[in-house]
C-alpha cells in the first residue's frame, strides 16, 4: 500500500497523532506543558531527533542485523539527542534548563523509537523523513495546544505575557501535577469524540502507550500487544 | 552523611518527589502496566532492582570515565546502552541463577529499557551532584516511590475497572483523571519532610 | 419506579430488604447537616446561607446537564448532587468568591463523579477533591477567614490589621498565638474557620442523628476521632482543641462515611478511620498546610480496594484458592 507524500507528513498531524491517538511520548508532554514556550521547544527538540534518525534508520535499513536492531537505533538516537543537548545548551540556556532531565530522555520517548521500528525500517528515506517531520508536528501542536490551556488557566499567562493574570487569580492547580493528567484526559476524551471511537483498535494495540510496546510479549494481553 | 540526611533521601523521593505523581517519570508503566496489582507489583520490584543497580554502574562510569576524559557530554549516549545491556545482563543472569525469579519478574525487565524513570533517575543523581551513597539511596528511594504508586493506583483501578463510563472518557481518557485525583493526596505531604528532618 | 406488584413477582434470594433507597438516605444527610448550616448562619451571617445554596444548586445543576450532555437518566432526584453541594460548601471559608465556589462544584459532579460514570462509581469523595483542588488552585481565597463579633474573643484579638479577617484556630495554635479559643468555644463553634466546620456540637448533633436512623454506622466516625485525640495526646497537643478544631468533626462524620468510597466490612472502617486520623495528624504536625482532613480522607479513599480485599470476609466452603479470589 502506498501513501502519497502529502498523506504521510499530515498522518502524524492528525490521524495519528502520536500524543492523543497513539498516547506516546506521555512522561515528557506531562512535565514539560506549564508554560507554551516549552511545548514550543520541546516539540522542535523532538521534531530534530525524530526527523533526523528517520532520516539515519531509514538509510542503514539493510545494514543494521534483523537481531541488534534496537540497540542500533538507541545509539542512533542518542547521538541525535546528544547534538540537540549540545546545541540548546550553547544558544538557548533558559531553554535548556526549563526542559532539564527531559531533553536527554527524548531518548526514551517512545515517539521516536516507535517510529523507527513502526516506519523508518520498512520505507525509504524521504517518505521516512516527511513522517518523522509530521509526527513531530503532531507532537509538537499537542504539546503547545495542552502547554496553552494549562498556562492560561493556571497561571493567567500565555507564551510568558500576562492575559488574564490580573482579571481574575488563576487557577495555579493547573500547572501542577494533578491538573497534567486532567488537561491530558481532557484532551484525549476530546479527541475521541471527534473521531467517534475509530481510532480505538488501533490505541488498544499499542498497549496504552507501553514503552516497549516493541519489545513486549503479553504483559497487557487483554487489548494489546498483539501488535505489527 | 548523617543517618538522617540518608531518610530525608530517601523519603522525600518517595513522597513529596515521588517520581511518577509530580516528576511524570515512568507513566507509561504506570498506566499501561497497574491494572492488576501483581503484574503492579511485579514491574516494580523489577525496577527497584534496575534502578539501583544502574545507579551503583552509571554512576562510576560518569565520576571515574567520562569526567575525568572530559567527554561528559557523552552521557545520554553511554547511559542509555549501559542501562541497556545491564537490563539484558540481569535477565540471562535470572533465567541461568534464578529461574523462579526470572520466571516472576522476566516479562517486566525487557520494558525497563525504556522506562524513562531508570534513566532518569541515573541523570538526576548526575545533575544534583550527588555522591556515591547519596544516589544510591536516591535511586531506591524513587524506586520504593514508584512502588507506592503503582501500589495505590492498582487499588484504584481495579474499583473502577467495570465503571460505566461515559463514551468519549472509557480507556485512557478516564486512567488519567483518576492519576490526577491520585496525585493530588500526594501534594498534602508538601513540606512535611522539611519539618521532621529541619531541613 | 418501584413496581406496585413487586411481591408477586418470583425473584432469588435476598428476599428481605430495606425500603431505605439512596434518595432517602441522602434527605437524612441533608437534615443532619442541618444544625452545622445554622450555627453557620448564626455566625457568619446570610452570605453563609447564600454560599451554600449557590453550592447546592450549582451541584444539582452540572449533575443534571452532564447527565443530559451524555445522554443518559436523570439523577437529581437522589438528592446526592444536594448533598456533595452543601458539604462541598460547608469546607469553604464564607466570603470565597462565587465563581471559584462554582468551580469547586463542577469538579466535585462532573471530574470526580460523572466521569466515573455517576453516584457509586466514584473512587474518592467529590467533596474532598473539590475542596483539595479549591485549595490548592486558589490558596489565598481559600486560606481567608472572615472574623466576626460573633466569635471568641481570642480570634477577635488575634484578627489582622483589617479586623475582618484573621488565623484559624490551628494555624493561631501553628504559629504559636498567645491566646487560644476555650475549649467550650471550640465545641459550640464560635471561632472561624470554613462555615460548616466551625461547631463540633453542631455536626455532632447531625452526627448522632444519622447513627440513630441507621444511615451511618459509627465505625469510621469514632475510630477517626479517637485516633485523632489519641495521637493529639501522645503529641503533646491538648486533645479536645485538636479534635473540635478544623474539619476533624465534619470529614469524620459526613464526608469520611461516604458509602461509595470508604470499605464495607466493620474491621475495614475501622483501619480506614485510624487511618484518617493518622494522616491528618501526620500533616497538622508536620507538613506545611495546618489542616490535613481532607488529604488524609483522599489518601484513605484510594487505600479503600486494598482495604477492602484484605478485610473482605471469607466465603465458607469454597476451597481456599480459586473460589473466593476475584
Known amino acids: 500500500m502506498k501513501k502519497n507524500k502529502l498523506q504521510i507528513l499530515t498522518n502524524g498531524i492528525i490521524k495519528e497523532n502520536p500524543v492523543l491517538v497513539l498516547v506516546l511520548g506521555t512522561c515528557p508532554t506531562l512535565a514539560i506543558s506549564t508554560q507554551a514556550i516549552n511545548g514550543i521547544g520541546m516539540g522542535a527538540c523532538v521534531i530534530v531527533v525524530l526527523t533526523c534518525s528517520n532520516i539515519i534508520i531509514s538509510a542503514l535499513k539493510r545494514i543494521i542485523p534483523d537481531t541488534v536492531r534496537i540497540p542500533c537505533y538507541i545509539t542512533v538516537i542518542a547521538t541525535f539527542v546528544t547534538i540537540v543537548q549540545l546545541v540548546l545548551k550553547a544558544y538557548a540556556p533558559s531553554l535548556d534548563k526549563a526542559l532539564g532531565v527531559y531533553i ?14 513502526a516506519f523508518a525500517n520498512k520505507n525509504s528515506v524521504i517518505d521516512s523523513a516527511l513522517d518523522g517531520i509530521g509526527m513531530g508536528l503532531g507532537y509538537t501542536l499537542t504539546a503547545t495546544v495542552m502547554a496553552c490551556i494549562r498556562e492560561l488557566l493556571g497561571s493567567g499567562t500565555l507564551f510568558g505575557a500576562p492575559v488574564t493574570a490580573n482579571l481574575f487569580s488563576p487557577f495555579t492547580i493547573l500547572i501542577m501535577a494533578p491538573g497534567g493528567f486532567f488537561v491530558f484526559g481532557c484532551l484525549i476524551a476530546l479527541v475521541n469524540r471527534i473521531t467517534k471511537g475509530k481510532v480505538k483498535d488501533k490505541r488498544a494495540n499499542k498497549c496504552i502507550g507501553c514503552p516497549g510496546a516493541e519489545f513486549c510479549s503479553d504483559v497487557n494481553k487483554e487489548g494489546g500487544c498483539d501488535n505489527k | 552523611m548523617s543517618l538522617t540526611a540518608a531518610f530525608y533521601i530517601v523519603l522525600s523521593a518517595i513522597i513529596t518527589n515521588n517520581y511518577v505523581l509530580s516528576k511524570f517519570l515512568g507513566i507509561c508503566p504506570f498506566l499501561g502496566v497497574s491494572k492488576k496489582l501483581d503484574n503492579a507489583m511485579g514491574m516494580s520490584v ?24 572530559g567527554i561528559g557530554y557523552m552521557q545520554t549516549i553511554v547511559f542509555i546502552l549501559v542501562i541497556a545491556a545491564l537490563v539484558q545482563m540481569i535477565e540471562i543472569f535470572l533465567k541461568k541463577y534464578i529461574p523462579s525469579l526470572h520466571k516472576a519478574l522476566g516479562i517486566y525487565l525487557p520494558l525497563i ?48 475497572e467495570t465503571n460505566d463510563y461515559p463514551e468519549a472518557f472509557k480507556g485512557i481518557a478516564s486512567t488519567l483523571v483518576a492519576a490526577s485525583i491520585t496525585s493530588l493526596c500526594f501534594l498534602g505531604f508538601s513540606g512535611m519532610l522539611e519539618k521532621i528532618f529541619g531541613m | 419506579m418501584a413496581d406496585k ?13 430495606n425500603p431505605a433507597d439512596t434518595a432517602t438516605i441522602m434527605r437524612d444527610v441533608v437534615i443532619a447537616l442541618i444544625p452545622a448550616l445554622a450555627v453557620a448562619i448564626y455566625v457568619f451571617g446570610f452570605r453563609a446561607l447564600l454560599m451554600t445554596a449557590v453550592c447546592a444548586a450549582a451541584c444539582v445543576f452540572f449533575e443534571w446537564a452532564v447527565r443530559k450532555i451524555m445522554g443518559r437518566e436523570n439523577t437529581i432526584g437522589d438528592w446526592s448532587a444536594v448533598v456533595t453541594g452543601v458539604i462541598l460548601a460547608f469546607n469553604l471559608p464564607v466570603n470565597m468568591p462565587i465563581w471559584m465556589a462554582v468551580i469547586g462544584c463542577f469538579i466535585a459532579i462532573v471530574v470526580v463523579k460523572q466521569i466515573f460514570g455517576g453516584l457509586g462509581q466514584n473512587f474518592a469523595n467529590p467533596a474532598i477533591v473539590g ?69 463540633a456540637c453542631a455536626l455532632l448533633i447531625g452526627g448522632i442523628y444519622l447513627v440513630v436512623r441507621k444511615v451511618i454506622s459509627p465505625a469510621i466516625p469514632v475510630s477517626f476521632i479517637a485516633t485523632v485525640a489519641v495521637l493529639a495526646a501522645v503529641m503533646g497537643y491538648d486533645p479536645i482543641f485538636q479534635v473540635c478544631a478544623g474539619g476533624v468533626m465534619l470529614g469524620a462524620i459526613f464526608m ?71
Open chain 3, 131 to 199: 475542596r483539595i483542588a479549591l485549595f490548592i488552585g486558589f490558596a489565598t481565597p481559600m486560606t481567608t477567614w472572615a472574623v466576626t463579633e460573633k466569635m471568641s474573643q481570642a480570634i477577635i484579638n488575634n484578627a489582622g490589621v483589617d479586623a475582618v479577617t484573621g488565623a484559624t484556630p490551628l494555624a493561631m495554635l501553628n504559629a504559636g498565638a498567645a491566646e487560644l479559643p476555650s475549649n467550650l468555644e471550640m465545641f459550640l463553634g464560635t471561632i472561624n474557620g470554613s462555615m460548616g466546620e466551625i461547631s
Open chain 2, 113 to 160: 529499557t525504556t522506562n524513562c524513570a531508570v534513566l532518569g533517575v541515573c541523570v538526576l543523581n548526575i545533575d544534583n551532584e550527588y555522591n556515591f551513597l547519596q544516589s544510591i539511596l536516591n535511586a531506591f528511594g524513587s524506586g520504593v516511590g514508584f512502588t507506592l504508586a503503582m501500589f495505590l493506583f492498582a487499588g484504584v483501578r481495579s474499583k473502577i
Open chain 2, 46 to 69: 523489577a525496577v527497584i532492582i534496575v534502578m539501583v543497580i544502574a545507579t551503583a554502574v552509571t554512576w562510576p562510569i560518569q565520576t571515574y570515565l567520562l569526567d575525568k576524559k
Open chain 1, 104 to 117: 536527554p530522555l527524548i531518548v526514551v520517548n517512545c515517539i521516536i523509537l516507535g517510529r523507527a521500528e
Open chain 3, 5 to 17: 406488584h413487586t411481591n408477586l413477582i418470583v425473584s432469588s434470594a435476598p428476599h428481605v430488604c
Open chain 3, 256 to 326: 469520611a462515611t461516604d458509602y461509595v468510597t470508604s470499605p464495607i466490612t466493620t474491621k475495614g472502617r475501622i483501619i480506614f478511620g485510624i487511618g484518617c486520623g493518622i494522616f491528618t495528624m501526620l500533616i497538622r504536625a508536620f507538613a506545611s498546610y495546618p489542616e490535613g482532613v481532607s488529604f488524609a480522607i483522599l489518601l484513605m479513599n484510594i487505600l479503600t480496594p486494598h482495604i477492602d480485599s484484605i478485610t473482605r470476609s471469607k466465603l465458607n466452603g469454597v476451597p481456599k484458592k480459586g473460589g473466593a479470589e476475584k
